[in-house]
């Protein structure tokens, strides 16, 4: 087991210096890299300062490795539109888009699971065929349409809950009004996550359900119920543990829009003002972040699973 | 589709008539992905034809009639520079919907080539170019995107690419996987045995294997890219104003939240709508492909 930790650690770390130079590379020598953001409208020699002060004077190589260096040390060096470290700035938003994420995660889930097994359970009556449907909405419905609709309904007409923000000015301790910040923002982001954890649940089971222990257990005389529960949902969970490692990744990306509509000042949101200001600093931070992330919970899936499941240790 | 590809493929010539009774048998099991590419192709006359039988200009403002309700002039009313929205709705639905299919285009290209070479080379090909897939995987889509538009700027064109670059991997994954499994059928073994090179194996016999994965696939796509777009242009990253697309056309609606919610409404209901029926034809393709059905 100790063996597998460590090669399977060993792989994220590769993933995550190849995910440094793509964005690196892809940033740098692109025709519109930072040493051309910095070249608008100047003099000769307030280019030559400013190239001097952002170290954009060096070969790309020799940045990329300045730039690794200080990675490894966590620096990330410094915001171009903020005059900030980016750690800082990424050590700021952080938090909110955890907050935001896991309340998502955690919704999606259960409701995924539940939604799942009621499908699984009821196959192809109409209680499947309703559970079909939310899900392929989910996958088609755009999240920040859903949180615009959202907020002209609850926010606009029925003054339910506010529009956008993290917590209402001067009440930072609110517990119940950090609380109805939320819920809009992390019930859309759970909306579009949701479908892919229902689909899978639904067919882990319906698999297991063929299973011949399962069979053993009905012809045992076993009630239905009791069989589902106590025999197949166990094995059913394994590959829905799967499924949540590329439910991270698609929650990241979800962030990103979900935090502009609402307003939610987490790491997305940082990565799109970035995005405007062409700060590159700050938007290679927040990719190299994000990537981390996902490598670290997909590293934790892994784990998880080789714990459940044996016979993948020894592949 | 994996068996009966399998055992269909070194039939000789088949019968027409009979495969083709059996082709509308199944496509007859699909009542709802007949509609939804009946929608589709609805919608695909509406946004090429809709210009040239409604009259008012997308991009005309009229500082006067700002924000109007629907009126006999302008069927969906107006938004706030005056613009007609029905119009707006008709031409963003065009650049949608050409970002969409070129950038599902560029995504399945990249992903076939990507997966097929490492899934028919296996060895030394597929380690380099699958590692190459988990480091895409390991970036969230956006955040990628991102980085792209940051670094080549927003053209139309840069927006197809970014976007179509931004799933290239989850295809490369796909094709990867049934490159392996055909690759490994004795079809495939005859064909090198009598001489046929790698380029010919693979593409005429593993590549036409592999085409009714990735027509779902790109089915999929299409409605994957078409969000995407929206959702960089909502954000002022992907298509520019004053060019209509059904993303940025909600960037301003927001807005207006409080004065006129409907202009929020409409380009979002055609996103869903057309996202919609992509998916749904896409289910219905992989359950028609499907030989277990």
């Known amino acids: ?315 | 589709m994996t068996d009966s590809a399998a055992t269909s493929a070194p039939q000789t010539a088949p019968e027409a008539s009979a495969s083709s009774a059996k082709l509308w048998r199944k496509v007859r099991r699909q009542p709802l992905g007949i509609v939804a590419l009946l929608l589709l192709v609805v919608l695909g006359l509406a946004v090429t034809l809709g210009p040239v039988i409604y009259a008012q200009a997308p991009n005309r403002t009229d500082a006067r009639n700002t924000l109007k309700a629907p009126s006999a002039e302008h069927l969906l009313g107006t938004d706030e520079l005056g613009r007609d929205v029905l119009a707006r709705v008709l031409a963003g639905g065009r650049v949608s919907l050409s970002v969409g299919l070129l950038a599902m285009v560029v995504g399945l290209t990249i992903g076939t080539i990507a997966g097929g070479l490492a899934g028919y080379f296996r060895g030394r090909t597929e380690v380099m170019i699958m590692r190459l897939v988990d480091v895409f995987m390991a970036i969230p889509n956006f955040f990628l995107i991102l980085v792209v538009v940051t670094a080549f700027g927003n053209h139309p064109i840069t927006v197809i690419v970014t976007v179509g670059i931004g799933f290239w991997a989850q295809m490369a994954r796909v094709v990867h996987a049934e490159f392996v499994k055909v690759r490994g059928y004795e079809f495939i073994e005859a064909a090198r045995a009598l001489g046929a090179t790698h380029p010919r194996t693979m593409l005429k016999h593993v590549l036409p294997q592999v085409v009714p994965q990735a027509i779902v696939l790109a089915s999929l796509g299409v409605g994957w890219a078409i969000l995407t777009e929206a959702g960089l242009s909502y954000l002022g990253l992907g298509i520019q104003p004053p060019l209509a697309s059904w993303g940025n056309m909600l960037q301003n609606a927001q807005s207006y939240l409080w004065l006129k919610p409907e202009l929020a409404i409409y380009p979002g209901l055609f996103i869903a709508i057309t996202v919609l029926a992509f998916n749904v034809l896409g289910n219905a393709l992989r359950d028609m492909f499907d030989p277990r059905a």
């Open chain 1, 1 to 315: 087991m100790t063996a597998y930790i460590l090669r399977r650690i060993g792989l994220g770390i590769i993933v995550l210096w190849l995910v440094s130079v793509v964005t690196f590379f892809l940033i740098n020598l692109a025709p519109g890299g930072p040493s051309a953001a910095v070249s608008f409208e100047r003099t000769a020699s307030e280019r030559e300062a400013l190239l001097k002060l952002y170290g954009l004077d060096d070969p790309v190589l020799v940045r990329y490795g300045k730039w690794l260096g200080g990675v490894v040390r966590g620096d990330l060096g410094v915001s171009y539109n903020q005059g900030l470290p980016v750690a800082l700035l990424l050590k700021q938003r952080l938090p909110n888009t955890l907050t935001l994420g896991l309340a998502a995660l955690l919704t999606a889930t259960i409701l995924g699971i539940l939604l799942g097994t009621l499908a699984a359970v009821y196959r192809n009556g109409w209680v499947d065929h309703l559970v079909s449907t939310i899900t392929t909405l989910g996958m088609s419905i755009p999240g920040f349409w859903l949180g615009i609709v959202a907020i002209i309904l609850f926010a606009v007409e029925l003054r339910w809950l506010p529009a956008s923000g993290i917590v209402s000015s001067g009440r930072s301790a609110d517990f119940l009004d950090r609380l109805k910040h939320l819920v809009m923002p992390a019930g859309v982001l759970a909306f579009t996550l949701m479908p892919n954890v229902v689909r899978v649940t639904r067919s882990a089971l319906l698999e297991v359900n063929r299973a011949d222990y399962v069979r053993t257990a009905k012809g045992k005389g076993l009630p239905p119920n009791r069989v589902l529960f106590k025999h197949a949902f166990k094995n059913a969970l394994v590959p829905v543990l799967a499924v949540l490692g590329l439910v991270t990744t698609a929650l990241f990306s979800g962030s990103v829009v979900i935090e502009s509509v609402f307003g939610w000042p987490g790491l997305g949101r940082l990565a799109i003002e970035a995005a405007n200001g062409r700060d590159y600093p700050v938007i290679l931070g927040a990719t190299l972040l994000a990537g981390l992330l996902v490598v670290a919970v997909n590293l934790l899936v892994d784990l998880l699973y080789a714990v459940v499941d044996p016979r993948i240790r020894h592949d």
